[in-house]
């Protein structure tokens, strides 16, 4: 890459948090350099699914109605931007396990709170071949998924034709802050921000935040599944480019261990069977660690200390819903100092006390 002197920006990390942040900035204009690594985990695993309705008891997404319009139309302009194809919306059909939920649904499709993200309710087992509904389920809609790898490999390849672009593990002795800038090897910015998901845990300018990382496994098969919607219920099954299925995923807050497991496979296969009464052959498995916080909710904003020193961070399960929302916030930001009341909700000054315990006890 060649290296240019002054940037506006400096993003560490091209996962999914970096490479959206990086093209609402490019967007406005400014001149972003990216430093990835060669691998991303927990983005590169992702089946890349969006859902306004989640959770066992089948909840609202938090600030559902202004996330969703966030996606759909970052991802589909972002497509035109980079030209390649990476967002697809799709319905997502939940099959119900009790006539207590499916009278439930019935009555919530009448209210105008759930009505934009219902599509359908049906009272019966559907037409989907091989999905286990007796009592029917719920259709959802603005829903579908994200190629995550086309989108990140997309990213890559934008920005590396412009000479914006350096895979490397970022080396912190070698970051310099002044007062109205930062000096980084050759790269000189007004700001630097660290999108590192769980890699902020070895960062010691945000090591403090409480980012906890959840573990999670995911199969790839081969089965006959559906085709005109992604079922999903205790697992999903996301079609891929290769005409097999990504089904995931597990939640593993205890054993973080770098690796595939039997339990994760046996788990996966149990909640699958549960759902589906079809054959199925296992060609692949993954892992990967999701960056969550406490309150579920993203980590953007300042360092306490070092003004021009940022993070976007604490996306967790929901990464593919969240980093355009919360990325619009951080750039109106950077931008233009707009923070909103939304923003206050994900700032990361609500872990503020955090960084200063730290500080006592070095």
Known sequence: MKRSEKVDFLIVGQGLAGSVLALQLYRAGKRVVILGKKENHSSRIAAGLF??????NLSKTWMANEVF?????????????????????????RPFLSIEEQNEWMG????????????KVFGGSTHWSGVNDPLGGLLLQQTGFVDTNSFLDAVKNFFQQQDCYACETFDHAALRLFENEIVYKSWSAEKIIFCEGTESL???LFNWIPIRPLKGETLTIEAPLPEDAIINRGV??????????????????????????????AELEEKFSEIFLLPYTV??????????????????????????????????????????????LLSEFL???????????????RYNSLYWKAVQNT
Request: charged content about 20%.
């Open 51 to 56: 859902n306004p309705v989640t959770g066992k």
């Open 69 to 93: 319009a966030q996606l759909h139309s970052f991802y589909a302009e972002a497509e035109h931007l980079i030209k390649a194809s990476f967002f697809h919306p799709f319905p997502i059909y």
């Open 108 to 119: 919530k499709s009448a209210s105008p709170e759930w009505a934009p993200f219902i599509k």
């Open 202 to 204: 070895n960062n010691p």
């Open 236 to 265: 999903y099954a996301v079609g891929q480019a290769d005409r097999t299925y990504k089904i995931g995923a597990t939640y593993e807050p205890k054993d973080l261990s770098p690796t595939i497991t039997e339990k994760g496979r």
């Open 283 to 328: 060609v692949g498995q993954a892992w990967g660690y999701r960056p969550t916080s406490p309150d579920r909710r993203p980590i953007i904003g300042e360092h306490p200390v070092q003004k021009n020193v940022l993070v976007f961070n604490g996306l967790g399960t929901k990464g593919v819903s969240l980093a355009p929302f919360a990325g619009h």
């Open 335 to 349: 931008l233009n100092g707009i923070r909103s009341g939304t923003y206050a909700a994900v700032d990361v000054n």
